[in-house]
């Protein structure tokens, strides 16, 4: 090509960046890679090809990990754990530090080897992966600095055992491991089998810092070695992928006192309203849906445009997708790279060929014959029910439909099982703020799209995963409270034969929509006295009962629109109700229990209305100063629907302390009181009743928690499920909360003290942080 027609045409040339660098180290490897155990790489096993999707070729040899190298880094983790903590922020702030330096120093040669090995264009692996990585680092250097200081009742989780995916192989490492080692935890790390060269020249920057043995280990394979690490002697599961395999893990680790994160998919929502900077969403959705070739679980993969531009909208958008340059992944001037693997390229390709719904548009653009190449495409016209509109397909595939107003965008938006992130463009600052909100995913960003950063967490709801990375709430994931937890025995409540203490024999009903309601079975308990009086009947609910009271948890929508200010008088006065009413509940307390603990647990309880009253409007959010020009709002949301069987030992405030927190952050909640001593629990909604909480806000049920446990874990109208129950029902509830991937917060078999005011922990887990990126000044 003359100049004089690179000038007509103005036509970028090729403009490849040199791998001589990344194909030299993997040469000085000698091109076969062992597992990276206590602090040295073991000698290569057996093991699989890892090649270039662009080319075919082959990089490199890893080995599949086996059970004995799995164990073997789970124990070299184990023994350098106690250490690694004992070292102290400040300690280990230095390790993290040295870590993003090094990085930093070898950006370079991370970028190449990464677009070789995940075929991505090298302006993403460059720009976006890489510095990321470092600034994750950089990050949690200052967290670990500042743990003592900031975090003084928590301490590390212990082994952490890390599985990532593909799509961002180096990302996703420096996601998990610099929060947990900053936090004084050490890792077992398994990258994805198609992308694990940068974990491994990873493992050789840990080495170059002298970070001590153990403290990162990683183990190169497939699923097979991820199912060894979650089935391992670890702590904590920390997840990203799909949400098959996350659902999987749920079932695994259900009751085994493991702690579990899972980032899983999408189906993203990318809402352009008519009154948007057109040309500027359009840019957007190149970032949303052909960056990383659409293998991003955030895509904006679902494209809702108002009605009055779509047609305009469309016609720029396709005229944009045929200007995309797709081809060498190391060449700087290619907007959409290779795809992962041929696996991939075949699942997507299956994917858009059983679709005959809409009108579909592939760019008109030179897509290379060898290599994993899929063109970028677009599905105008689907139906919010066909499966392209339902399902991730994880590759450069937009889909399309439009919308006429706000709330029907809203409806468009959140019909989906997922809840991971969200885009919306308009100039009109209202509409930004009064959508964001309504929108079900963990982040929002408004006019611009896949924005990340350490500062901000990072995660979804629903099918979506639970937990976050990244920020302040990324921390909690990390860590826990400190101190070792009692074990906690069952709790039986007496038996007997005498007659009603006084005379009258009543039967308690169920507690559901603010109504006394009898239980569906129409069975009902003795509840006695330690000398064998009769205190009361109660129901006993079952599935149908559990399915009651959801269903008016659900339908109490309000509350959760409610502001702070309303629900901490409301909560003031369920206080003063029940001081007024103190002698009463004290007494019946001490009868059921048989001990005299009554008068302590009804100040106490008073104490924990009056607390959760306070934090009603208190708990704040934040915002993140990320490096960009704008800000990351982390607003606080309901959780939704909590389901929470109560602690049996201590009948009162057991549920206080958990009813409290939740409904003073918007919560609806489903109380299944305690089994041995339920009375307290059903004195108790009368004088919910009195105090001008709405009906359905709270439902009490009472009953067999075993019996109540499983339909109220699987129910899919519930958002959350907790357990103090002294039943042991944690293998239940987790592997029941499956189903919808639901956050779990259960015991395990240990007593939580209720003496002491655990509100700050019940803050936390009943809210969600939604990330709300805002464009802010200049
Ligand atoms: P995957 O979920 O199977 O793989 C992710 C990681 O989990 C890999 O390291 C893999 O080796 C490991 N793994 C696989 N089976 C496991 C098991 N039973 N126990 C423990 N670990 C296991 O994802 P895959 O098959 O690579 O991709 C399939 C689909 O998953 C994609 O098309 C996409 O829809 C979704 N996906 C979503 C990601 C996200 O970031 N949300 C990332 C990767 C895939």
């Not at 530090?97 to 460059?126: C, W």
């Not at 009605?307 to 469309?314: D, L, P, S, T, V």
């Not at 397909?393 to 099982?417: D, H, M």
């Not at 049920?701 to 519930?718: C, D, Y």
Request: with cysteine; net charge negative.
């Amino acid at each position: 090509m003359t100049i004089k027609e690179i000038f007509d045409t103005m036509t970028y040339g090729p403009a490849p960046e040199s791998a001589a660098e990344a194909l030299a180290w993997l040469v000085d490897q000698g091109a076969r890679f062992g597992h990276f155990i206590d602090g040295d790489f073991t000698a290569p096993g057996d093991g699989f090809d890892s090649k270039n999707p662009a080319t075919g070729e082959v990089l490199a040899t890893l080995s599949q990990a086996s059970q004995s190298d799995v164990d073997g880094a789970v124990a070299a983790a184990r023994k350098a754990q106690g250490k690694w903590a004992a070292l102290g922020g400040a300690g280990r702030a230095r390790y993290l530090y040295a870590i993003a330096r090094l990085m930093q120093k070898h950006a370079r040669l991370f970028a190449v080897l990464e677009t070789l090995d995940n075929g991505k264009p090298i302006r993403e692996s460059r720009d976006i992966d890489v510095p990321l990585a470092q600034r994750h680092f950089y990050y949690h250097a200052g967290m670990a600095q500042l743990m003592e200081s900031e975090l003084p009742d928590r301490e590390a989780l212990g082994v952490c055992g890390q599985i990532i995916p593909w799509n961002f192989p180096l990302l996703m490492l420096a996601w998990k491991v610099a929060p947990a080692i900053a936090m004084g935890n050490t890792v077992v790390l398994k990258p994805a089998e198609y992308t694990s060269l940068t974990a491994l020249l990873f493992a050789d920057i840990c080495r170059q810092a002298g970070l001590p043995k153990g403290v990162v280990n990683i183990v190169t394979g497939d699923g097979a070695v991820g199912e060894m690490i979650v089935g391992a002697d670890v702590d904590k599961i920390a997840f990203t992928g799909s949400t098959a395999v996350g659902r999987r893990i749920r079932e695994a680790t259900a009751g085994s006192g493991k702690a579990l994160t899972l980032e899983l998919g999408g189906k993203s929502p990318y809402i352009v309203f008519d009154d948007a900077d057109i040309d500027s969403a359009i840019e957007g959705l190149v970032d949303a849906i052909w960056f990383n070739q659409g293998q991003v679980c955030c895509a904006g993969s679902r494209l809702l445009v108002q009605e009055g531009i779509a047609e305009r909208f469309h016609r720029k958008l396709r005229t944009r997708m045929d200007k995309l340059r797709i081809g060498n992944p190391l060449d700087k001037s290619i907007d959409v790279g290779a795809i992962v693997d041929p696996v991939q390229l075949t699942t997507i390709s299956e994917m858009v060929a059983a679709n005959t719904a809409g009108r579909m548009h592939q760019a008109q653009v030179a897509v290379p014959e060898r290599g994993c190449f899929y063109p970028p495409t677009l599905i105008e016209g689907l139906a919010p029910s066909d499966a392209l509109m339902q399902e991730e397909i994880f590759g450069p595939v937009l889909v399309s439909t439009t919308f006429r107003t706000p709330s029907e965008a809203v409806e468009l938006a959140n019909n989906t099982r997922y809840g991971l992130a969200a885009t919306l463009w308009t100039e009109n600052v209202n509409l930004a703020l009064d959508i964001a909100p309504k929108l079900v995913a963990g982040v929002v960003w408004v006019n611009a799209t896949n924005l990340f950063d350490a500062a901000a967490g990072f995660g979804g709801t629903r099918e979506s995963g639970f937990g976050r990375e990244g920020g302040w709430e990324g921390l909690s994931a990390y860590t826990k409270p400190k101190g070792k937890a009692k074990t906690l025995d069952q709790v039986q409540g007496f038996s007997g034969e005498g007659a009603p203490v006084d005379a009258v024999d009543r039967t308690a009903k169920l507690y559901v929509g603010g109504k006394q309601a009898r239980p569906d079975g129409g069975y009902s308990k003795a509840v006695h006295a330690k000398s064998g009086a009769l205190l009361g009947h109660v129901g006993l609910g079952n599935r149908k009962d559990v399915r009651n009271a959801v269903e008016a948890a659900a339908g109490a929508k309000a509350w959760s629109k409610t502001t702070g200010h309303l629900r901490a008088q409301i909560l003031y006065y369920i206080g003063e109700n029940l001081s007024a009413r103190a002698s009463e509940f004290a007494d019946r307390i001490d009868r059921m229990t048989g001990k005299s603990q009554g008068a302590q647990e009804v100040e106490a309880s008073i104490q924990r209305l009056f607390t959760a009253a306070a934090w009603a409007d208190k708990y704040d959010g934040q915002a993140h100063g990320v490096p960009i020009r704008g800000v990351a709002l982390a607003m606080k949301e309901p959780v939704g629907v909590i389901g929470a069987l109560c602690a049996d030992e201590a009948p009162l405030l057991g549920l206080v302390s958990v009813m409290a927190p939740a409904i003073a952050m918007g919560n609806r909640m489903v109380l299944a009181a305690s089994e041995a001593y339920p009375l307290a629990a059903t004195d108790f909604y009368q004088v919910l009743d009195t105090s001008d909480l709405p009906g359905g806000v709270v439902n009490i049920l009472t009953g067999r928690h075993a019996e109540l446990a499983e339909p109220l874990a699987a129910h899919l109208n519930v958002d959350a499920v907790w357990s103090f129950s002294s039943s042991d029902l944690s293998s239940t509830i987790e592997a029941a909360s499956a189903g919808n991937l639901k956050r779990t917060w259960v015991n395990n078999g240990r007593a939580l003290d209720w003496s002491a005011d655990h509100s700050r922990r019940f803050l936390e887990a009943a809210t969600e942080v939604k990330n709300i990126w805002i464009p802010y000044g200049e």
